[in-house]
């Protein structure tokens, strides 16, 4: 089948909303590498790159704070994965009264405000002597994103066909062999688009660590990133556009690898098959 080639004023279009979303990323790296000398000129482009900001940034606690973040963000969408795509296939395949209940229950999560419940959830981590851990901030990451996980992961599990399942019962496949040997890897676009949409909700994150966690040697980038700058106590801004720029290359090649995930996704979840 042909693809319909787009019109000139949709491509210039597109082409312009693309520079617009690229812009502040060139201009954050612009600014990372720019002379003392011309920083204070936004408008002004470096003649020459200047990498001072990037060893003064790198010479704080920027790699233990990446350890943390990586720690943090790997834990809370690997464990929400777990869980996650367990409870959405079987409250997409089982068509009882009671899980149709149940997957409501899931779904009232998503009209819960995360910061409306920040109070109870700080005495509850409390109460279970979880306070100042990266353990506490993973499962409050769980919890907060689990209903939406399982809501994806129903919506794609229902446009794949009943019958790779009942063949694999037929060869004596059981159940829990059979989502993790044959279910789960078809569900790996429903992953995709779950890692790319929540990642950079949890590794940007600034309250909760900022809320839960009070020692440096476990704080996250985020807050890392606030602190450095107020202990310069300087208008120097240019190592925190650098921190910047090293936070964010992380996220940069997840989305390389992942993105054509998203949109398979995306689309195939919202069939029922």
Same mark, same amino acid.
């Given at each position: 089948m042909e693809r319909?080639? @787009?019109?000139?004023p949709t491509e210039i279009i597109l082409i312009v909303v693309g520079l617009l979303f690229l812009f502040p990323i060139l201009y954050l790296l612009q600014m990372s590498v720019k002379h003392p000398g011309i920083f204070y000129k936004p408008l002004t482009l470096?003649?020459?790159?200047y990498f001072d900001y990037y060893s003064q940034a790198l010479n704080g606690d920027?790699?233990?704070?990446? @350890?943390n973040s990586v720690i943090v963000t790997v834990g809370g969408l690997g464990l929400t994965i777990l869980i996650a795509s367990m409870a959405g296939y079987t409250l997409a395949r089982r068509g009882d009264r009671l899980f149709h209940i149940v997957f409501l229950l899931f779904m009232t999560g998503l009209i819960i405000p995360t910061v409306g419940s920040l109070i109870p959830l700080f005495k509850l981590v409390n109460a279970l002597h979880l306070g100042n851990t990266r353990t506490a901030l993973v499962l409050l990451y769980v919890a907060g994103h689990i209903p939406f996980a399982t809501f994806l992961y129903s919506a794609f599990t229902k446009s794949i066909p009943r019958e790779l399942e009942e063949s694999a019962a037929i060869d004596g496949c059981g159940s829990f062999? =059979?989502?993790w040997t044959l279910m789960f890897p078809?569900?790996?676009? @429903?992953?995709?688009t779950f890692i790319l949409t929540n990642v950079y909700g949890i590794w940007n994150d600034f309250v909760t660590p900022l809320i839960f966690?009070?020692?440096p040697e476990k =704080?996250?980038?985020m807050p890392m990133i606030v602190q450095f700058m107020f202990n310069k106590?300087?208008?120097?801004y240019g190592p925190v556009f650098a921190l910047c720029v090293l936070a964010m290359i992380p996220l940069l090649v997840l989305f390389i690898f992942t993105q054509r995930y998203m949109l398979k996704g995306l689309v195939m979840g919202s069939v029922k098959g």
């Open positions: 319909k080639r @787009a019109s000139l470096p003649d020459r790159l920027f790699f233990r704070s990446l @350890a062999r =059979m989502f078809l569900l790996l676009p @429903a992953t995709g966690l009070n020692s =704080m996250t980038l106590q300087s208008t120097n």
